[in-house]
């Protein structure tokens, strides 16, 4: 083969090296114009100033409708949440609120890899303090008086389906800034005996209304428990068995969580459940499909949760004394809290 000859194939293999980049850049770029642009007959969104206390009752969301606010916090009433929305212009991946605090778990994107932090909000959405999240966000909560938050992170595996994954817990005193970054560090009480393993895994915080209390959900040796937190001793105490992201009612009555029913698809093996603290009494939902959330009590009777939907995920209700039927009330929306 002549020189010359190489010097052809060398750049015709350039040329069509740099053609194949172009129609990549292009094709990413036509994909990032298409997902910017609103789809018809989806929710209607207007940019505006949204607030976490104060005003008429409402519903604040992570908004997942393709278009300009795509991942923004949004607001709607929260007798209409299908209703129009007011786009905040703040973008989560999980949130919460209570009592004018928020809680917004964020990805930052970076030219190797995403690092993730949990920003503390005040009632105006406005960064009052940040933290490192060491994974992936899965769950966030604002305990009612809006003094502590918690988040949960997966630092390894994607899915609570599955076995090979670990979790941290973080609850912080937004009063003081103290962090306690791991639930790890608070001593363990399991049927009656101090417990220590090398497999505990803490998920899916909680709180009461006391500023003390809180629940969670401890994972050890193949098996996962419901927990009472206190966060003066920095004790955990097991309570219920099979018990995964639980929510505690209003009146602080009642726990909310998702199940592991026998039977069930190992990538679907959740059932809603409520189980009353006083009498241990489990009351299955009549929602039948599997539900992989930390569910939200819109009030005493009425849970709030996320199924996956055509924009990712659509909110549904459904009583919590296991009457009724679930309702699809939002399409396009993740992470509620009510406020105002």
């Known amino acids: ?24 850049v292009l094709h990413a770029s036509a994909r990032a114009d298409r997902r910017e642009r609103a789809r018809p007959g989806g929710p209607r969104i207007a940019a505006g100033r949204l607030a976490l206390a104060g005003g008429a009752p409402r519903v604040v969301f992570r908004n997942m409708a393709w278009g300009p606010h795509r991942d923004e916090l949004v607001s ?33 994107h970076g030219p190797v890899q995403d690092t993730y932090r949990a920003v503390i909000l005040d009632t105006r959405l406005k960064e009052r303090a940040r933290y490192d999240v060491p994974g992936i966000p899965s769950r966030a909560r604002v305990s009612p008086s809006g003094r ?40 363990t009480v ?13 998920w899916g915080v909680t709180f009461a209304a006391d500023d003390r209390t809180f629940y969670a959900t401890m994972a050890t040796r193949g098996s996962t428990y419901l927990v009472r937190g206190d966060l003066r001793a920095r004790t955990l105490t097991t309570l219920h068995r099979n018990v995964e992201c639980p929510s505690l009612s209003p009146d602080g009555t009642r726990v909310a969580y998702k199940k592991r029913v026998k039977g069930a698809p190992k990538d679907a093996p959740w059932h809603l459940y409520v189980l009353d603290l006083a009498t241990g009494r489990e009351t299955a939902l009549a929602e039948p499909r599997s539900v992989d959330d930390q569910l939200v009590w819109r009030d005493n009777r009425t849970l709030v949760y996320a199924l996956p939907g055509d924009y990712g995920a659509d909110l549904y209700t459904v009583p919590a004394d296991g009457t009724g039927k679930a309702h699809r009330v939002a399409t396009a929306a993740l992470s509620p809290a009510y406020v105002g």
């Not at 938050?149 to 670990?166: L, N, P, Q």
Request: glycine letters at 8%; proline letters at 5%.
């Open 1 to 24: 083969m002549t020189l010359r000859s190489r010097v052809l194939i060398l750049v015709s293999a350039l040329v069509v090296l740099v053609a194949v980049a172009a129609a990549s």
């Open 76 to 108: 709607a009433p929260a007798d209409d949440p299908s209703g129009p929305r007011t786009a905040s212009g703040v973008k989560c991946l999980r949130f919460h609120a209570a009592s004018g605090t928020g809680v917004c778990l964020q990805a930052v």
């Open 148 to 187: 502590f938050a918690a988040w949960t992170a997966f630092v390894g595996g994607d899915s609570y389906a599955g076995t090979a994954f670990s979790t941290r817990a973080a609850i912080v005193d937004t009063r003081t800034g103290r962090l306690t970054p791991t639930l790890e560090a608070y001593r």
């Open 190 to 202: 399991k049927d009656g005996r101090p417990y220590r393993a090398t497999d505990v895994n803490f």
